[in-house]
């Protein structure tokens, strides 16, 4: 079984930064694909990134690409989420989850999701 605890969120102006990490417990993720989702209030929830467990190989949703960066930390035991040039439009609660199957985008193929952590982005 594996335990995901978000941090980093938080409020932040249009254009700044957070870096959210994803610490697990429990159990090793190195063998695990990790990804990031996020769901806005009266949305569903939608895929933000993804990173393998072997190679590094990482996946983004458009909207992020190029200003998000997915990346982990097996040492540590944590994935982390660097957002950089941040939108209104960015503002959702950001969960944590392990790739257990099916297409990397779709949530369904996720488990052991964390309770999340809020980004709350002013224009």
């Known amino acids: 079984q594996v335990q995901l605890v978000e941090s980093g969120g938080g409020l932040v102006q249009a254009g700044g930064s957070l870096r959210l990490s994803c610490a697990a417990s429990g159990r090793t993720i190195s063998t695990y694909s990790m990804g990031w989702f996020r769901q806005a209030p009266g949305k569903e929830r939608e895929f933000v990134a993804r990173?393998?467990?072997?190679?590094?190989?990482?996946y983004y949703a458009d909207s992020v690409k190029g200003r998000f960066t997915i990346s982990r930390d097996n040492a540590k035991n944590t994935v982390y989420l660097q957002m950089n040039s941040l939108k209104p439009e960015d503002t959702a609660v950001y969960a944590c989850?392990?790739?257990?199957?099916?297409?990397?985008?779709?949530?369904?193929?996720?488990?052991?999701w964390g309770q999340g952590t809020q980004v709350t982005v002013s224009s």
């Open positions: 989850a392990v790739h257990v199957s099916g297409i990397y985008y779709d949530a369904v193929g996720y488990a052991y």
């Open positions: 990173i393998s467990w072997i190679g590094g190989s990482t």
